[in-house]
């Protein structure tokens, strides 16, 4: 490129802009594009790769190569040169490509043995949608003044195709958010639902990617970071006393607005053509890169919060608000990279269902929306990207798939297990009422898990017998200050007249690993699964234990009180425990509140340390529960939050069989209550196992109940716990296939 790199660059930029403007059909834009580009760049080949699918370029427009091959070359993500571009986000930049590992030659396309090679990634905010490249015969390196040149016509290429200006024949040039789409995630709560797609934070469109007036650009810049200032000044003004985890936020953000840097490179953007908007977003875009690849988690949060400000600075200057003035649709299924637990309880049961780029089956959202039944799919690449408000959109929360935009075929086949799962309901409904009683006469309570007061109403419609597992972190973690005792009071004493009498388990505060309240200083722990979390903060920093203690004292009003410490490891924990609520008791009593007609105190097995505890805790203890989710990954050694591994290991393995069976004859040797809590209580043949080796309580959501009652109605658990001791003796792994081979037998 001839010296005076940025003029030339803006001289690029204008020329695509006349192309921009212009009313030539897709094809023929991406065409001049490529030429100009190539006699820009004094190349011999220009060529433009886009994603026909999510693992497939397609070549669509080239100069130099063979017109022919146009939609005709195709590669893999990773294969060749071009593929590697795609595969990693990072320009190639060689004087001898066929040295380059990887390289393919493509003899299809009538290339020549170019020695030359610069491919530049086509992304907008961290998606990748094709490759830029430029060749030539001279072997020579390109110069940064070059890359950069080419990295900003790729974002303006990006932009453009974001607007579909490419909009032509085949899937590479199909236009954008209009083919239907599946997109895998991972399942953090069952349940399917059929909506319209609406977006918790709307994209922001950007119309002019390119400028010719450097000068205003830069003024309407300065003008918009002087705004985003001035409104984050306020936000730490009002924010100054009430809340430490967001003011950290916003003293980041103020480091942000404020860093010279920053600003410097957007002028820079600017002077070499973009638009103020544009240059924003080119910066928004390298944060994302580098927050995708950065290992360290303090890094990742700052990279997220820079990226969040830059939004705020693009709503500034493009006008586009939060507010499109569009309608909540009345079928929505919400859309977000991430969401908080109260700007989800925000929204209620009016959702649908759910589905978030970002999240783990463990986060706070996964959380509220198991609390409130909803479908809700995480970890769904692109998902923000490819949708648009309005777009019809199916969520299969059972195997954690996405259809947006679906075809007609994929929505029957949808409709019909929509309608399968109703009927299934309507049957259930009409055994509500019934116990859950075996064909040999053994009764199995069935209670159900909540910690919304939204969920109470389902104690009646589920027909569960009592509510085995109140969260009552719920509470903690959708509030941005510590909850007052009189707020909790209220509440609690809400949970209980809705009970109308049925028993509440209600479980004290469960906080840390992947529930870590918004105004609790985050710990630095390499395992927070297994670090500072539950009993040991309640016992560590008494306090809101106590508050909490006296709420639940206070709620009950002279009502049986069933209180239950969580992730208790040893005897000695329960213990002190127990003292704190004799303590809270005596308390009570001095200052003549009423006291519950009597307190039982439970703990949750979560560890496997517990059930081999000395016979005097077993002896004490008012109930157990088992908590199945974190028990399992700590006997299998396997996180719950790692999708490689949390599927590996079957349930209904021998091993952790045996371990709850051990349980049970403990339980069953002191008389203490036992129940199990957790995902598989709600799965029919994981729970038809857990009652055959003699578990009499399981508690689940409300919607697990009628499934797992109507199977348990058609089982003999004897004749089960047999076939279950015969796969034991065989010497099998898991006893799943003996028992699914008993079902299939079922008349």
């Known amino acids: 490129m001839p010296d005076g790199t940025e003029s030339e660059s803006r001289k690029l930029l204008k020329r695509l802009r006349e192309v921009m403007a212009s009313s030539d059909a897709g094809q023929t834009r991406l065409d001049k594009i490529t030429h100009l580009i190539a006699d820009s760049m004094g190349t011999e080949v220009c060529s433009i790769y886009l994603f026909r699918d999510a693992d497939t370029l397609e070549l669509c427009a080239t100069e130099g190569l063979k017109p022919e091959a146009v939609h005709r070359t195709r590669m893999r993500l990773g294969e060749g040169l071009v593929g590697r571009v795609a595969k990693t986000g990072a320009v190639i930049n060689t004087a001898d490509a066929p040295a380059e590992r990887g390289f393919r030659y493509m003899p299809e396309t009538g290339e020549e043995r170019y020695s030359s090679f610069l491919g530049i990634p086509v992304q907008r905010l961290g998606e990748s949608l094709g490759v830029l490249v430029v060749q030539s015969r001279q072997a020579r390196q390109f110069s940064a003044d070059e890359v950069y040149a080419l990295e900003v016509v790729a974002m303006v290429l990006a932009e453009m195709a974001e607007l579909g200006a490419f909009v032509g024949e085949g899937a590479a040039l199909s236009p954008p958010h209009q083919r239907a789409e599946l997109i895998r995630g991972v399942s953090a709560q069952e349940g399917t639902a059929e909506g319209h797609a609406w977006l918790h934070e709307p994209r922001v469109v950007i119309t002019n990617p390119i400028a010719d007036d450097p000068q205003r650009e830069t003024e309407r810049l300065h003008a918009a970071v002087e705004e985003l200032r001035i409104g984050v000044d306020k936000m730490l003004q009002l924010s100054r006393t009430e809340d430490a985890e967001q003011l950290q936020v916003l003293e980041t953000y103020r480091m942000f607005a404020n860093s010279k840097g920053w600003m410097r490179r957007m002028e820079e953007d600017i002077a070499r053509g973009l638009s103020a908007e544009a240059a924003v977003e080119k910066e928004q875009s390298l944060a994302r890169k580098r927050m995708m690849q950065a290992q360290d988690a303090y890094l990742r949060e700052r990279l997220s919060d820079l990226d969040d400000l830059s939004n705020r600075l693009l709503r500034i200057l493009t006008g586009q608000g939060q507010d499109t003035g569009a309608d909540l649709p009345a079928d929505p299924i919400l859309i977000a990279r991430n969401i908080g637990p109260g700007e989800l309880l925000e929204y209620g049961r009016t959702l649908r269902g759910i589905v978030l780029e970002e999240g783990s089956v463990g986060s706070h959202a996964a959380i509220v929306a198991r609390a409130l039944a909803i479908p809700l799919v995480v970890r769904a690449q692109r998902i923000t990207a490819e949708t648009l408000n309005g777009d019809h959109i199916m969520v299969d929360g059972d195997q954690g798939l996405v259809h947006l935009r679906p075809d007609d075929s994929v929505v029957a086949a949808f409709r019909d297990k929509i309608a399968m799962r109703a009927e299934a309901q309507e049957r259930y409904a009409s055994i509500r009422n019934t116990p859950a009683t075996t064909r040999d006469g053994q009764t199995v309570a069935l209670v159900m898990n909540a910690g919304l007061m939204a969920d109470l109403p389902s104690l009646d419609s589920s027909g569960a017998e009592g509510v085995g597992l109140f969260r009552t972190e719920l509470q903690f973690l959708v509030h941005n200050k510590l909850p ?23 479980r004290t505060l469960d906080i840390g690993s992947d529930k870590v309240l918004p105004y609790m200083k985050p710990t630095d722990e390499p395992n927070p699964a297994l670090g500072w979390r539950a009993i040991r903060v309640g016992l560590d920093k008494p306090g809101v234990m106590r508050m909490q203690l006296q709420a639940l004292i206070r ?17 000695e924990e329960y213990r002190d425990a127990r003292a704190e609520v004799d303590r809270m008791v005596e308390r009570e009593r001095k200052l003549g509140h009423v006291l519950p007609e009597q307190i039982e105190i439970g703990a949750m097995l979560e560890t496997p340390s517990l059930a081999f505890a000395p016979q005097k805790f077993f002896e004490e203890v008012g109930f157990l529960s088992i908590g199945g989710n974190d028990l399992k990954q700590f006997f299998f050694a396997a996180d719950r939050e790692n999708e490689r591994v949390r599927r590996r290991y079957d349930t209904l393995n021998v091993s952790f ?9 403990r339980c069953d040797g002191s008389n203490t209550p036992l129940s199990f809590c957790g995902e598989d209580a709600g799965r029919p043949v994981e729970a038809l196992c857990l009652a055959a080796i003699g578990i009499r309580t399981l508690s689940m959501r409300p919607a697990s109940i009628g499934p797992v009652k109507s199977l348990l109605h058609r089982v003999d658990l004897g004749e089960l716990r047999k076939r279950i001791v015969d796969a034991r003796h065989r010497g099998e792994q898991s006893v799943r296939p003996a028992v699914l081979d008993y079902l299939r037998s079922l008349p």
């Open 484 to 506: 007052k005792r009189s707020e909790l009071v209220a509440l609690y004493e809400r949970v209980l007249d809705a009970a109308d009498g049925k028993r509440v388990v209600f």
């Open 555 to 571: 709620a009950a009003k002279g009502r049986p009180l069933s209180v239950m410490f969580p992730f208790v490891a040893q005897f």
């Open 657 to 665: 069989l045996s371990l709850i069976e051990r349980i049970v004859e």
